[in-house]
């Protein structure tokens, strides 16, 4: 899994003409739990028809109960019906941003998750994910 999260970003981040240096990005052992643990959340829980986009400033001090509480967030969001906003929220000290998107059929995955460093952009990350997602980078 640990692969296969970072594959994930540099290939978005490549498309984008960035690399994970630039942008914050992290990837160590709590990084990648985290991101699998929503990524098997998101799988389940959510359409084939739809993606999630999530970005979490480091570093996760309390990843059960910050997965908890995203996991919370996205299926409220779910039932709510928002799909237009990005949601924001500060979870256990780390900054959280999570965009739904209409997910083309051709998407690999359901769910981009991205780890960056407190003083790093998580607009550029949401959009980036949101190009190569619609293809357009």
């Known amino acids: 899994m640990a692969i296969a999260e970072k594959e994930l970003a540099l290939k978005i981040l490549r498309a984008g003409g960035t690399s994970p240096s630039k942008l914050g990005l992290r990837f160590d052992r709590v990084v990648i739990g ?3 643990d929503l990524r098997s959340f998101v799988e389940v829980a959510t ?7 999530v970005t979490i400033s ?3 001090r309390l990843p059960a109960k910050t997965v ?3 996991k919370t967030n996205i299926t409220a969001r779910l039932a709510a019906g928002s799909r237009q906003a990005d949601s ?3 979870l256990h000290g780390n900054s959280v941003r999570i965009r ?12 981009i998750g991205f780890v960056h460093n407190p003083d ?3 607009e550029r990350l949401l959009d980036l ?6 293809g357009q980078i």
């Open 100 to 111: 739904l998107l209409e997910r083309s059929t051709k998407a690999p995955t359901r769910l």
């Open 120 to 122: 790093s952009a998580p």
């Open 88 to 90: 924001s929220a500060i």
């Open 34 to 36: 985290v991101l699998g």
């Open 129 to 134: 994910a949101e190009h190569w997602l619609n």
């Open 68 to 70: 908890s509480d995203l």
């Open 58 to 60: 480091a570093p996760i």
């Open 47 to 53: 359409p084939e028809t739809l993606s999630v986009i």
